[in-house]
């Protein structure tokens, strides 16, 4: 399985072959977490609608929710006007965040 | 100026110094945009509340709307929980896309 040739051509990867990654909640709007893609990981969330990202810090494909349970439906992806970044418009289940809290930026009001 | 240190010592940035950055705006919750802020963007940013990016390409910061009078002004900072992104909070003047559409995503639909 392999992106679309069309979609690939539009992605501008960052020196490590990645596009950044948002994740809105449906409806709500709220912005749960950011991560980082690569074209698997772009390819199997639009064929799966499960939400996976590529984890940089363990080097391997990660598929939100594959141990917490806390998975992320996906109802929409948009590139955005320069081709590095994707939004993602999901059904969270649970806390996004690993810290257990809905989403990742809901402790960190800096001002 | 500088970036608070206690705020300093919480961020996680990129090899080029860099924090992912992307900006919401107020009441909507639409995703507008998402660029990068360098210590000094973020501080004036949280300084002057009109978002300030650290260009990429141009390799200088870059007060949102200097130009184009599309502004933003920033009613909340909030940093995720490892420290490498920052949530922006706006009330969005325009368009926030260069390429005249009200977000960076609107013509994007890929899934």
Redesign the interface.
Known sequence: MALAPE?AGRLRRNADGLV?A?A?QRG????L??AWMNDEALDL??TTRRATYFSRSRGRLWVKGETSGHTQH?H???????GD???LVVDQTGPA???G?RT??D?????
Request: aromatic share 2%; proline share 0%.
């Open positions: 979609l950044c948002v809105q709500t709007g709220e912005v977490m950011v969330t639009l996906v929409e992806v948009r590139l955005d006007c320069d970044t994707v939004l965040c690993h810290t809290t990742c930026f402790d960190g009001l800096v001002g």
